[in-house]
RNA sequence: GUCCCAGUAGCUCAGUUGGAUAGAGCAUACGCCUUCUAAGCGUACGGUCGGGGGUUCGAAUCCCUCCUGGGACGCCA
């Protein structure tokens, strides 16, 4: 990449004016090389003069004229960039030669070429609640997990991806006792849909009758035994949802490699391994009395006494429940533990579809698990079970497993006022949000706002060429999802999640289409124009387009270090948006020989980028729209 | 009570390991298709970066403090 070039050359250079200096390297210098904003300001820059001024000495415009110098006559530097200037403060700016870029662009040295063997990266994402339908928040949370997959799989890792099937817990146990207890006349398309209700209702039941929330506990056991005719009503329920799941999430592209059912750790004797291993620690013990009698718990450190008056509130995290039943948190150490291999027993599997395999206890034994890395995709709100999970793992010593073991947290979607409203919600408080709740059955679904966003397009588009409007509408929502930062609570509002101009799916894809298009006409071949000699006499529009497009290696290495899709969505609208710049101001097709020669290059540039991109989002890639 | 996250244009959000003139989309107004895809492009309007203090060559970004909103701390997951 070009901005390890950089960096390295920097270094390089600095190390040698300190070593004439006699000083040492400050501890925390960093070399940080920036894409300017400005296009006067270069095409690279640093601000590594500025940093040094105290330790050389001398003001920043004299360090960054001499480590201009040095760096012109710097081989890596020498051959990739044509000019280096200081600015003031002390900013060294750096211009690209576009020739040299050209060529090596063209043969693809520039991307991140797949790393020597790697280490084994486990992700878990989705991991519904299998008692109803999918709503907007579980989409948010398999976009990014899928995301995350394909951005790992883009630098060369292996990746292994998951999704947990809760089959034993209380959501389950609900909408089964919901299917006893409560009624239904109207019909229902889906399953799920039904479950839906049904599980909005036995919410309601149990507020007007708390009584009945003994058939939950009760449910909950005969699942967890598993021979009952109320485990296998239970066992039918989670496959016909997961099954409905896995169905919709397809259509966003959404894939797993493995279903891990709580059922078959329980049932594989995963919990009682666990159990001994946490036994052999002080921090996990059975309480004899106090409010959790008979509960095994992880015990937390008591901070500085104070938490005596507040018994409301106690970090301690129940395991096993005073009746036996286990948490879910039990069973996620368990699986945890599997999960870096260090269980001492494995599952069986069989295949749940033809590309997805399920742990299944007369299955066959595969190599899966036995990760070096760990990614949870898991709501923010769960930051204190993974914490749980965490502590766990150190303390049985597996400490570097705990270091490998990554909660990626996301804040939660909610509803606007607006659609809040759409949905029956009581808005008179006027809040800036309002939560979706399964229990009381507010949320929007994920086949109602597709099939919503499919008739907006089709009314909206004016080909009809190309891809399906439900094709095109899945991808909007699913770029829609992933432009946020992870940490953004998105407050869903139907009037702008369904918007199809501006920073938007639909712009990428259409712009990508108007490339191919274009390139159609001059029966380019992917790839075959030979890359221009010299750029010169660039346009305005062209000049920040190829500088956009030397970006990208750049910008995927980032987002994988911070596990952040949206500064891809973020590249690419702008990236986007500047070929649309370039395509209005200059003529490709109808360029003189020289300029056509770069502008259809430069097409094919951006064709090929946008392609890369919009692949490790989960994004199709439309010759036509 | 303890801890975590957030507050940036009318709305929804980027930008936050300190950098050069704080950006985008939507909305509003006005323009641009006999010419490569108008799902596009252009112009205009829009800001005490929650308030106050501090650190320094430089702060939306770091520190302190206050205000406001959201969340976690359950024998739920």
């Not at 809040?420 to 929007?444: C, F, N």
Request: glycine share 6%.
């Amino acid at each position: 990449m070009i901005s390890e070039t950089i960096i390295s050359a920097v270094d390089d250079v600095v190390e040698q004016m300190l070593a004439n200096a006699g000083g040492q390297k400050p501890e925390r210098l960093k070399i940080i090389v920036e894409h300017p904003a400005n296009l006067t300001h270069g095409d690279y820059s640093t601000n590594v003069a500025m940093q040094l001024a105290k330790t050389l000495k001398k003001p920043p415009m004299s360090i960054a004229g001499e480590i201009k110098e040095r760096l012109l006559a710097h081989v890596k530097i020498n051959a990739l960039f044509y000019k280096i200037e200081v600015a003031a403060p002390g900013f060294i700016n750096l211009y690209l030669d576009w020739g040299k870029w050209a060529s090596e662009a063209s043969r693809g040295a520039i991307l991140p070429d797949p790393d020597r063997k790697s280490a084994k990266v486990l992700i878990e994402h989705t991991s519904i609640n299998p008692n109803k339908s999918a709503h907007i928040g579980h989409l948010r949370n398999s976009c990014i997990g899928d995301t995350l997959a394909r951005m790992l799989k883009r630098i060369g890792q292996q990746v292994e991806v998951h999704n947990y099937i809760d089959d034993l817990g209380n959501q389950l146990a609900d909408t089964v006792v919901g299917f006893m207890h409560t009624k239904t006349e109207e019909p229902f398309a889906r399953f799920g849909d039904f479950c839906w209700e049904t599980y909005a209702k036995i919410n309601k039941a149990y507020k007007a009758n708390p009584d009945l929330q003994k058939e939950r506990a009760v449910v909950l056991h005969e699942l967890e035994q598993g021979s009952s005719n109320v485990a296998w009503l239970g066992l039918l329920v989670a496959e016909r949802i997961v099954r409905e799941h896995l169905e919709e999430l397809k259509q966003f592209g959404v894939e797993y490699d493995v279903l891990v059912w709580e059922s078959s750790i329980v049932r594989e004797g995963f919990w009682s391994q666990a159990f001994e291993l946490l036994r052999t620690t002080p921090i996990f013990r059975q309480e004899t009395e106090g409010k959790l009698a008979g509960c095994w718990v992880l015990k937390q450190a008591e901070d500085g006494g104070s938490s005596a008056d507040n018994e409301d509130f106690h970090a301690d995290k129940v395991l096993v429940r005073s009746n036996g039943i286990l948490t879910y948190t039990a069973k996620d150490i368990a699986y945890h533990l599997w999960k870096f291999g260090l269980l001492g027993k494995d599952f069986h599997y069989a295949k749940f579809t033809d590309r997805v395999w399920s742990t299944q206890q007369d299955g066959v034994k595969k190599t899966i698990g036995h990760a070096d890395r760990v990614i949870n995709v898991i709501d923010r709100r769960q930051e204190y079970p993974q914490a749980m999970v965490k502590q766990a793992l150190l303390a049985l010593g597996y400490e570097q497993q705990a270091q490998h073991l990554q909660h990626v947290s996301y804040g939660v979607v909610s509803l606007s006022p607006d659609t809040a409203a759409d949905l029956g919600v009581d808005i008179t408080e006027r809040k800036h949000s309002y939560p979706m709740s399964g229990r009381q059955g507010i949320g929007i679904k994920v086949a109602d706002l597709l099939d919503r966003m499919e008739q907006i397009i089709d009314a909206k588009r004016s080909r009809r060429t190309g891809l399906s409007s439900r094709v095109i509408a899945a991808a909007a929502i699913r770029y829609y999802l992933l432009k946020f930062h992870l940490q953004t609570e998105i407050v869903f509002d139907f009037e702008q999640a369904t918007e199809i101009s501006g920073n938007t799916g639909v712009y990428l894809l259409y712009s990508y289409a108007r490339a191919c298009s274009i390139l159609d006409k001059v029966k380019s071949e992917s790839g075959q124009t030979a890359p221009p000699a010299a750029f010169d006499d660039l346009e305005l529009q062209e000049h920040t387009l190829l500088r956009q497009l030397a970006y990208w290696p750049e910008i995927l290495h980032t987002a994988v270090q911070e596990l952040a899709p949206n500064h891809i969505c973020a590249y690419m609208h702008e990236l986007a948006t500047l070929f649309n710049h370039f395509y209005a101001t200059c003529p490709i097709l109808r360029a003189e020989n020289r300029k056509k020669h770069v502008r259809v290059w430069l097409t094919e540039r951006f064709r090929e980028t946008l392609r890369d991109a919009l692949q490790v989002l989960g994004l199709p890639t439309p010759k036509r729209m």
